[in-house]
């Protein structure tokens, strides 16, 4: 998968819900952690959207049981056709128990997000950008959501986002949480590479999102015609 441009990405727990996704989507972010047999519906999916295969771990917010298992599971979805990139975490690449991940997936030419998640609040600059630079050590895109509790935050993580994309450095950005919703359709303006939509309010995968169609309808009406 390809981050020169944005990608917004449907995020689900359903590939059968990719039909719905095609109008808006560029992307289909599988949850496999939210997933019930995950690696039997990849093998399934006729989808016509490439896949970015997200296997969340649970001390970072998702649903994925054992560390050694869900790693396997995402090295081997890594090797399935559709699955054109996956997210891995930098605390898991930073232990070391990820980089078999990362080896796998680029044998396979899948491209690698490699994100960090402060469900808390939003950190200094300086902290934010030691994660973009480790991110972009090990994956092809780096990303960053944090949560903002006012729009100073909001601001400094769009500067820096400006700031890597001058530099050409991929980088995906997010203020999760209410008072950084507007950045997860104003951030594309400044950089950011990735964005992430649920088809439906309900099934959100993170704080602040706005469903799928109403992602793509913002952003597009924001962008430079
Ligand atoms: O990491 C991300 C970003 C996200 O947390 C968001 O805030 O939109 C949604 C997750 O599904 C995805 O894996």
């Given at each position: ?41 990849l093998d399934d999916y006729d989808g016509e959207l490439p896949v970015l295969a997200t296997n ?24 399935v056709a559709p699955v054109e990139a996956v997210d891995l975490e930098l605390a898991s690449v ?47 895109v780096a990303k960053l959501a944090v949560t903002a509790t006012d729009r100073r935050s909001v ?71």
């Open positions: 998968m390809d981050f020169d441009s944005f990608v917004l990405c449907a995020s689900t727990a359903d590939l059968g819900a990719e039909p719905a996704a095609r109008e808006h989507a560029d992307a289909v972010e599988f949850r496999m952690d939210l997933a019930s047999d995950p690696l039997e519906a969340r771990a649970g001390w970072e917010g998702g649903d994925g049981g054992d560390d050694d298992e869900r790693l396997d599971a995402l090295a081997t979805a890594a090797t930073q232990d070391g128990d990820g980089r078999s991940v990362v080896e796998q997936a680029r044998g396979a030419g899948v491209s690698v997000v490699v994100s960090t998640h402060d469900f808390e609040g939003t950190s200094d600059g300086e902290t934010m950008a030691t994660a973009l630079d480790a991110g972009l050590e090990h994956g092809d601001l400094s993580l769009l500067a820096l986002t400006n700031e890597y994309d001058r530099a050409g450095d991929p980088v995906a950005t997010i203020a999760m949480g209410e008072a950084g919703r507007h950045s997860r359709v104003v951030a594309p303006l400044y950089g950011s590479r990735i964005g992430y939509a649920p088809l439906d309010p309900a099934d959100a995968t993170a704080p602040g999102q706005f469903d799928l169609a109403t992602t793509a309808r913002l952003v597009d009406e924001l962008s430079p015609q």
